[in-house]
């Protein structure tokens, strides 16, 4: 689903438009690149997906982001930084995955562009469109090996929801963050 482009609290950071030609290039070049693998198990995809996935091709990636543009469950935008996309924003409308909704989930796959604080900047953002939107509850997970991502979710508010749970031999940890609102 198409979402509003958005400017953040980091300047030159902007949530933008997927782009079909512009992003599934970008999509290729990460997914078979250096970190590709290492990416897609930090944001819990299991081997078999990972099988599936790799190598990327262009066709699979210009259908991805034109899934992005079409699908109404799921709210997607590119994160651009200093006018370059170094990764994805989105937000699942619909459960999923065991996973209630709405629920945010974020992928850096320039390496170059980690650790700067582009993620929090993007999901506290993302975070203040939805409860513009009147989402006073947000969900979110993570891979229990993933300890940047959880400091990442649990630094905007956070808190675990439930226990660690297994799927595809991987382990997460639900989330929610309630907003100030309710507070």
Do not use: C
Not at 16 to 24: F, L, T, Y
Not at 27 to 47: C, I, K, Y
Not at 151 to 163: A, H, N, P, V
């Amino acid at each position: 689903m198409k979402a509003p482009d958005s400017t953040t609290e980091i300047s030159q950071l902007r949530l933008i438009e997927p782009n079909v030609e512009r992003d599934a290039a970008l999509g290729v070049a990460w997914l078979n690149g250096e970190l590709g693998r290492t990416t897609l198990q930090s944001m819990g995809n299991g081997r078999e997906a990972i099988a599936a996935m790799l190598p990327a091709t262009i066709a699979q990636e210009q259908a991805r982001v034109r899934d992005f543009l079409e699908r109404d469950d799921q709210l997607n935008w590119m994160i651009e930084h200093e006018g370059h996309v170094v990764g994805a924003v989105w937000a699942d409308l619909a459960p999923k995955d065991g996973l209630p909704a709405p629920s945010v989930h974020i992928m850096i796959g320039e390496p170059n562009a980690r650790g700067k604080g582009l993620g929090t900047a993007t999901i506290r953002r993302l975070l203040e469109y939805l409860e513009q939107q009147g989402n006073e509850t947000v969900y979110s997970r993570h891979l229990t090996t993933n300890q940047p991502a959880g400091r990442l979710l649990k630094s905007l508010g956070f808190t675990e929801l439930g226990k660690p749970y297994q799927r595809d031999s991987l382990e997460f940890q639900n989330l929610v963050r309630k907003s100030r609102q309710q507070d």
